[in-house]
């Protein structure tokens, strides 16, 4: 049977190039929406995370209403970190709508997204975005991406993918780009005649796929997923599997059972084939599970989700500033909570180490890894992180580290210092191609050579630059890379830092922290310029006497200290380095914190 009253798709794009600016007047022109509902931009991007960021880090699911037809529509993350939910979201659906920014046109994320759909025979729209930009570039776009698709090994069907020219922000589409659109009714339009309709037989036993998990602390886990044959009830006995054996089959009962309308779960008694539902009710559910009837257990073939490739190693924070402002500050209540993070994440690995005090995390990028302590910073929690670590695999007998593809879009004037500095790191230029007064670049780099580079980089380009990165393979590892080139200010004692001892510190290097921070001896305190770590003393007040000297008076002058984000700081730390993470603070710190132990083991 082929349900000509569903659709499903999902939206794929490189980050920032408007999807969820674009599902936004979808939903409003769908219907989803009252006449004088007040709605936030971008109002699939839920979490402050992603709001405050402008990136959306989850996919999401909603659906609007067009001729009868209800149209599901995936919302999916354009960063390269969390395309473990792209490769999920990809197995719900049967078309996808490519968007790519008409001024930058296919970025390397692009690639990825678009050559993930491919491979799984999906059929493709193109929409060229944000149309009314100045500098569009709308000939030359419709011809990259036909490039991309032929460079991707696409099938004749899908080279012959309709294009739709579109600005998201003004909710208009049009099939030309020399006529401005009205409305979305083109795009809907093609959605309904291009994008299959679902097929399957819904009187065949029941079989689904679990694409993705959500968790409610009341009702625990929520599995979402699509049915690909048969009826799913609620209340039902179902069989729970999977395709690679990993576990024994088992009995499950579906307890609540919700399909998508517009932002909203609504309750459902019965879904048939192609209805993308989400139910609880079964423990320990994960993505890849096939749901099945239990007389006719068959498990359907997951897509394998891409390796970690970057570890970091949690631990309890045992500063001396530790537990004065979180909520959180066991080594139960860390574990717990990494575990409880698996739960909806399959990208992200935690084992235990030898100690019960820390944990190894590994995930997808260092975007990744932030997100997620991030998150856990602002529920309270208090932790220490190391240095990012990348994984290392052995390859026929050779040690193999992973490889990044770099895009750099940069203008002219500042090539050379980005050339110089890719040398240094190892990288290998790919390709190089002017548009406009700016040069696009690719390079072949490990991802050690990208640790700390974004700041350098941002600094060399004058915040003019654009960077983007995508994981590529696995290569012989590349030799030494040298982690940072500076040293790091170190406080000599506790206390609290007053401005007489940061006015003689700062002439040493960049400071971190102003007049009245408290510090710890073994804190990092600033950067020295130099190789070396010197040691600082910011709470050193100064002498008192009772003769006055003329000009002494005049307040110290302070440089403004530098204030790092999490991003930031963790690209800081070096291998002897930890970050302090709590609610309020991020402060950096040696791990041996004693200046004489510290001394001792140099000098071993």
């Keep these: 049977m082929i349900r000509e009253d569903l659709r499903n798709v999902a939206i794929i794009a490189h980050v920032d190039h408007g999807k969820t600016t674009l599902v936004d007047e979808m939903l409003k022109q769908g219907g989803a929406f ?15 995370l992603e709001r405050e960021r402008g990136i959306t880090i989850l996919a999401k699911n909603t659906s609007v209403h067009y001729k009868g037809v209800k149209i599901n529509i995936i919302d999916t993350p354009g960063h390269a970190d969390f395309g473990g939910e792209v490769e999920r979201a990809l197995k719900m659906v049967n078309g996808v709508l490519l968007l790519v920014d008409a001024a930058e046109g296919p970025m390397p994320q692009t690639r990825f997204v678009l050559q993930k759909a491919l491979e799984l025979g999906h059929r493709i729209i193109v929409i060229v975005n944000k149309i009314d930009r100045p500098d569009a570039r709308l000939d030359e776009i419709a011809d990259e991406v036909l490039e991309l698709l032929l460079d991707l ?7 012959e993918s309709p294009i739709l020219f579109c600005s998201g ?18 795009l809907f339009d093609t959605i309904l005649n291009y994008i299959p309709a679902p097929e399957g037989d819904p009187d065949d036993e029941l079989q689904l796929l679990v694409s993705s998990i959500d968790y409610n602390e009341y009702v625990g886990r929520i599995a979402i997923g699509r049915v690909e044959r048969g009826v799913i009830k609620q209340n039902q006995e179902v069989m729970v599997s999977d395709y690679h054996n990993s576990k024994e089959p088992y009995r499950g009962k579906i307890v609540n059972m919700y399909q998508i309308e517009g932002l909203n779960r609504v309750p459902a008694d019965t879904a048939s084939v192609g209805d993308i539902v989400c139910f609880s009710g079964i423990e320990n559910i994960t993505i890849g599970d096939t749901i099945t009837s239990t007389t006719k257990v068959e498990p359907l073939p997951f897509v394998k989700i891409s390796e970690p490739t970057v570890e970091m190693t949690f631990s309890v924070n045992d500063s001396p500033f530790a537990g004065r402002e979180g909520k959180f500050v066991t080594s139960r209540q860390l574990r717990d909570r990494l575990f409880k993070e698996l739960l909806k994440d399959v990208s992200l690995r935690v084992s235990e180490t030898d100690t019960t005090e820390s944990f190894i995390v590994s995930g997808r990028g260092e975007m990744h890894l932030s997100i997620l302590i991030e998150t856990m910073r602002r529920e309270g929690f208090e932790l220490s992180v190391s240095t990012p670590r990348v994984l290392f695999k052995e390859i026929d007998g050779k040690k193999c580290e992973p490889i990044e593809r770099l895009s750099i879009d940069v203008p002219e004037e500042y090539m050379g210092t980005v050339m110089e500095k890719m040398g240094a ?8 191609h002017p548009q406009g007064s700016r040069m696009r670049m690719e390079f072949l780099i490990p991802s050690r050579g990208l640790f700390g580079y974004r700041n350098e980089f941002m600094t060399d380009t004058k915040g003019d630059g654009i960077l983007n990165t995508l994981f590529d393979s ?20 506790t206390g609290e830092a007053v401005t007489y001892g940061l006015y003689n510190a700062q002439e040493r290097g960049t400071l971190f922290i102003g007049a009245g921070t408290p510090v710890y001896e073994g804190m990092v305190v600033g950067a020295s310029p130099k190789a070396e770590d010197l040691v600082v003393n910011v709470c050193k007040k100064k002498h008192v006497t009772n003769m006055r000297a003329s ?40 791990r041996i914190l004693s200046n004489q132990l510290r001394a001792k083991q140099r000098n071993k």
Excluded: C, H, W
């Design 153 to 159: 090994d696409a099938s004749e069907e899908q080279l």
């Design 425 to 432: 790191r190892k990288g290998e230029i790919v390709s190089m």
């Design 34 to 48: 009252r006449e004088n509902q007040v709605v936030e931009d971008r109002v699939m991007d839920s979490n402050d």
């Design 169 to 186: 922000r003004s909710g208009t589409a049009s099939l030309s780009q020399y006529e401005a659109g009205t409305d979305l009714v083109p």
């Design 551 to 590: 000009g002494s008076d005049e307040a110290l002058r302070l440089v403004t200290p530098r204030i790092f984000s999490l991003e930031e700081s963790i690209e800081f730390l070096a291998e002897d380095e930890l970050l302090e993470v709590t609610p309020k603070s991020l402060r950096i710190r040696k």
């Design 474 to 493: 696995y290569q012989p590892y590349k030799g030494d890379i040298p982690r940072r080139a500076s040293g790091s200010l170190i406080s000599f004692e």
